[in-house]
């Protein structure tokens, strides 16, 4: 069983920044598919950046430009890197890893970005 735990959320104004972390608790050193995902009230969850096949990486085209994902293998932490913040931004954030086929899931962090 893979405990992931999220942090680094809050309220912040437009136009700011945060960084999102994501502590996993197995090593994610050879995991290749991990990302963060986004659930806004009364929307689905949806993809907001991820690893896929190792180094490769893919955005939502509303944070390209605006979102940067990166990961610390040594210490088992995936980031979200969120600049420029946007009221539509306002969700809860949570990651997800791949771990021999299995999925897991976070309990998320709630970011909320007021205009």
């Given at each position: ?69 990166s990961r610390d293998n040594a ?37 909320t970005v007021s205009s």
């Amino acid at each position: 069983q893979v405990q992931l735990v999220e942090s680094g959320g809050g309220l912040v104004r437009t136009g700011d920044s945060l960084r999102l972390s994501c502590a996993v608790s197995a090593s994610i050193f050879r995991i290749n598919t991990m990302g963060w995902y986004r659930q806004a009230p009364g929307k689905q969850r949806e993809l907001v950046a991820g690893f896929t096949s190792g180094s490769n990486t893919n955005y939502a085209d509303s944070v390209k430009g605006r979102f940067g994902i990166s990961r610390d293998n040594a210490k088992n932490i995936l980031y979200l890197q969120m600049n420029s913040l946007k009221p539509e931004d306002t969700a809860v954030y949570y990651c997800k890893v791949v771990h021999w086929g299995a999925t897991y899931w976070g309990k998320g962090t709630l970011v909320t970005v007021s205009s």
